[in-house]
Structures are given as structure tokens and as C-alpha cells.
Nanobody
Framework: QVQLVESGGGLVQTGGSLRLSCAASGRTFSSYVVGWFRQAPGKEREFVAAISWSGGITYYADSVKGRFTISSYNAKNTVYLQMNSLKPEDTAVYYC?????????????????WGQGTQVTVSS
């Protein structure tokens, strides 16, 4: 049973930083992709960033490029999302998700396992 647990959310002022963590358990994740998504009130869930457990290949949404950094600490089965220069529009519930990496498949959707989410609020 795959389990994902997010942590690190909170309240921060505009321009501030937060680091989210996603702790994974339940299997070996070397062939998996981990993604971060967010959903603001009244809006659809959107892709934020993704990383492959092996090789460290990363992919970002245009809205967070240059501000957010996704990384992994394989020994702890943990993926991080470092968020800098936060804006009020970054306010949302942030979720991590994982799926097996498949050749040619998009990293922006099709995830099989999801965490419960962590709230990020950026005040203006």
C-alpha cells in the first residue's frame, strides 16, 4: 500500500519561503515519478512540478519556474518542494502524488497515489 504524507505548509507573507515535504512509503520508488499539485478555492487542481526518483529529472509549470525547486532525498523516500518568492496567488492546498514512470507519458497527469494535502497561505 503506497502512502504519501505531506508536511510543511503554513502561513507566510508575500516574498517569503516555505519548504514542503512528501514522505513516501509502501514500495521501492526507483522507477516512479513524484509530482506536486495545488488546488486553490474554486479552481481546478493544477500541476506544479515533478521529479523522477532516479536521475533527478525535473519538470516545472511555467508559473513557478525560477521560484520553486523540487528535489528528492532517496535515502529517506522524501521529495521536497522549496518555494521562494511566494505570491498570494500561490495560496492553495498542495498535494504530492506518485506513479510509475512510463516512456512518453506526461508528468502533468495520470497519477495513481495521492497524499492528503497541506495548506499554503500567502498573505499580501
Amino acid at each position: 500500500q503506497v502512502q504519501l504524507v505531506e508536511s510543511g505548509g503554513g502561513l507566510v507573507q508575500t516574498g517569503g519561503s516555505l519548504r514542503l515535504s512528501c514522505a513516501a512509503s509502501g514500495r521501492t520508488f526507483s522507477s516512479y515519478v513524484v509530482g506536486w499539485f495545488r488546488q486553490a478555492p474554486g479552481k481546478e487542481r493544477e500541476f506544479v512540478a515533478a521529479i523522477s526518483w532516479s536521475g533527478g529529472i525535473t519538470y516545472y509549470a511555467d508559473s513557478v519556474k525560477g521560484r520553486f525547486t523540487i528535489s528528492s532525498y532517496n535515502a529517506k523516500n522524501t521529495v521536497y518542494l522549496q518555494m521562494n518568492s511566494l505570491k498570494p496567488e500561490d495560496t492553495a492546498v498542495y498535494y504530492c502524488a506518485t506513479k510509475e514512470r512510463r516512456a512518453g507519458a506526461s508528468w502533468m497527469n495520470g497519477y495513481d497515489y495521492w497524499g492528503q494535502g497541506t495548506q499554503v497561505t500567502v498573505s499580501s
